[in-house]
Nanobody
């Protein structure tokens, strides 16, 4: 059973920064991709950013230039650095690990950006 443990959420003022962390119980290189999604109550979960095995990254248009996804292969941890946060970034953020057959999810961490 793969476990993803997220940390780093919280309350921040608009314009501030937060860094989310997601540590896996297995090597992150075992997964085709790792990513961050976010969800606002009553709406679908949406991709924020992801990184594939080669290191290629992809971002939602709404966060390009403000968020950066990175990984530490030794610590089996994926990070999401979030800068210039906006109130519309408020959501529960979920870590995702995709093996190509199964998608694993973390428990979610709340990010709240006040105006």
């Amino acid at each position: 059973q793969v476990h993803l443990v997220e940390s780093g959420g919280g309350l921040v003022q608009a314009g501030g920064s937060l860094r989310l962390s997601c540590q896996t119980s297995e090597s992150i290189l075992d997964f085709n991709s790792m990513g961050w999604y976010r969800q606002v109550p009553g709406t679908p979960r949406k991709l924020v950013a992801r990184v594939i095995t080669s290191g290629t990254t992809a971002y939602a248009d709404s966060v390009k230039g403000r968020f950066t996804i990175s990984r530490d292969n030794v610590k089996n941890t994926v990070y999401l650095q979030m800068n210039s946060l906006k109130p519309e970034d408020t959501a529960v953020y979920y870590c995702n690990a995709d093996s190509g057959f199964i998608a694993y999810w973390g428990q979610g961490t709340q990010v709240t950006v006040s105006s």
